[in-house]
């Protein structure tokens, strides 16, 4: 990258600052090209960008820098979850839904999703990591990655741990409002245990979340990771570039084909590193010939390498959002006027220096191994359009932490490089519609306990959380997801599998790596930002 003459040290600065040069012509050979320029293309830029000798280059199909003053203010995040800053990518109809299709919001444009999410830090259980050891991926159990987490994570002392340094903040919830704590305190009335730390030695029950924020600020990939790299001349972010296909000689990457503004390039390049998620990565392999034969035939495609597992085990969270009516207390949408912004624009301080305050993680049977079910107390509601409602109200957002339910992503027969045939197959196994309808139960009983119960009205949409019938109708009516799609190029060694554990590389070649969600063989448990994020930093020594 062209380094800039700013003498800025703000992150955001840095980005401003460097940010002409991303419109630049696309170098035309390099020894590393990652494609996504997500949480993990930010991480691995950064990283193998520090070896002066090594010319990496950072493609990103959405314009967005990452530093627009929206991405940068917490408060706004709800605002970001449609427009430039998403692709609209909607599922096909879902089945087990009445045939709605669902919206399925994932970051475009530098740092991804971690640009544009709502910040909530989780680790994931171990549980999550030893199942993937058990299941192929060997060197990725809890003992495995641990460590990694503690290199990425930078977190203050009054988390109750000491002291971290670290790359990314890793902050407590502040400025909490009253409504929060009296969720806290209805859980410990409910008998729900609670934990200062979801991502310490107790995982489950009540508490307040960790976020990804730093002194009232995101602090993304893009913040965290890839500003202070922008200096190196041997980096080069290109955004707005679309890469349609991987050059491939039988299992040898040669480079990329790429769409830029000024037209289609071709970048040489001795490694491809796909970071593109879970939705965009198994459609670029299946582009470039590798993937189920039968399929790419289909499309029209001569198959390079045929692999299978290319695009199956699509995972998610199934989240389902009842909201109640607010009678003592101010969400946050109706607590943000010209005070609340004062606040925020001279110390960072207030309702828009914030937005995941607090939750729950906890199992909807004693008997089960591990937590199966989480809720984030949101300070807003949204109504069937998307908008904030104008209500006070708030949401408890529930989602399935460990669904048996697997879909698929394939290419659309009538435009292959166009937005993929997206089939999350939501909640058609019993096991996740049970998860829920427990879920939805656990968390009106604590509702109805502790103080909360004197702040809050009726459930909106359920009168009676015993009958096993009106809640599955709430739920089939108004499920949706929580934005977290995974395991489309899952690790492993074993037939379906696309990815090997120990170097990322895409099975049957020699020099086409993958970094992202799609490698998890299970979802973890929670938000999946800190784990991408993990998955990046060991590739970083992988490749």
């Known amino acids: 990258m062209t380094s800039t003459t700013s003498n800025a040290t703000d992150p955001y600065e840095l980005v401003t600052a460097a940010s002409a040069a991303f419109s630049e012509p696309v170098p035309a050979d390099v020894d590393v090209v990652i494609v996504g320029g997500g949480p993990a293309g930010c991480v691995l830029a950064a990283r193998l960008s520090a070896d002066p ?9 959405g314009d967005t820098t990452g530093a627009e003053h929206a991405s940068q203010v917490p408060g706004l995040a709800f605002s970001l979850l449609t427009g430039q800053n998403a692709w609209p990518d909607v599922t096909e109809p879902q089945t087990a839904l009445h045939n709605r299709p669902v919206y399925l919001a994932q970051g475009r444009g530098l740092g991804g ?61 502040r400025d909490v409002s009253a409504l929060p704590l009296a969720f806290l305190a209805g859980a410990d009335a409910a008998g729900m245990p609670i934990t200062t730390d979801f991502n310490g030695d107790v995982r489950e029950g009540a508490g307040l979340f960790a976020s990804n924020i730093r002194e009232g600020r995101r602090d993304s990939t893009v913040t965290a990771y890839l500003a202070p790299a922008l200096h190196r001349p041997n980096l080069h972010v290109r955004n707005g570039v679309t890469v349609s296909r991987i050059h491939l000689t039988q299992g040898h990457a040669t480079g990329v084909l790429a769409q830029t503004p000024g037209g289609t390039v071709t970048v040489t390049a001795k490694k491809v590193i796909v970071t593109a998620g879970a939705i965009r990565t198994p459609q670029l392999l299946m582009l470039s010939g590798i993937g189920a034969a039968a399929h790419l035939h289909e499309r029209g495609i001569s198959p390079v390498i045929d692999l299978p597992g290319v695009g199956q085990n699509l995972q998610d969270h199934p989240m389902i959002t009842p909201m109640w009516s607010v009678i003592d207390g101010s969400p946050l949408a109706n607590t943000v006027g010209e ?51 104008p209500d006070p109200v708030i949401t408890a957002a529930l989602s399935v932490l460990a669904p048996t339910s697997r879909g698929t992503v394939r290419l659309r027969p009538d435009d292959p490089g166009g937005q993929p045939v997206i089939d999350p197959r939501y909640l058609t196994t019993d ?113």
């Open 53 to 61: 000798h090594r010319q990496v280059l950072l493609l990103e199909a």
């Open 113 to 173: 999703g971690s640009s544009m999410n709502m910040m909530a830090w989780f680790r994931g259980h171990p549980e999550d990591f030893n199942g993937w050891a058990r299941s192929g991926a060997t060197g990725w159990g809890w003992n495995d990655v641990a460590g990694t987490f503690d290199v990425i994570e930078e977190r203050e002392p009054r988390t109750g741990r000491a002291g971290q340094r670290g790359v990314i903040a890793v902050t407590p919830a």
């Open 339 to 389: 005070a609340e912004q004062s606040a925020y624009t001279l110390a960072r301080r207030g309702p828009l220096a914030t937005l995941s305050q607090a939750g729950a993680i906890f199992r909807t049977d004693p008997d089960l191994a591990a937590p199966d079910v989480q809720m984030t107390l949101t300070l807003l509601g949204l109504d069937d359009t998307g908008q904030l409602r």
């Open 431 to 543: 096991h996740d519609m049970a998860a829920l309808r427990a879920g939805l139960r656990h968390i009106e009983r604590v509702f109805r306990s502790g103080p909360l119960k004197n702040a809050i009205g009726q459930a909106l949409s359920i009168t009676d959380f015993a009958d096993d019938d009106e809640l599955d109708s709430f739920i089939r009516n108004n499920a949706g997801t929580e934005w977290h799609p995974s395991g489309t190029c899952r690790m492993g060694t074993s037939p379906g599998t696309v990815v090997d554990p120990d170097t990322l590389l895409v099975h049957g070649t020699d020099n086409v790596h993958i970094a992202d969600s799609s490698v998890m063989p299970t979802i973890t448990r929670g938000n999946i930002q800190a784990p991408v994020i993990m998955i990046a930093e060991r590739a970083s020594t992988r490749i």
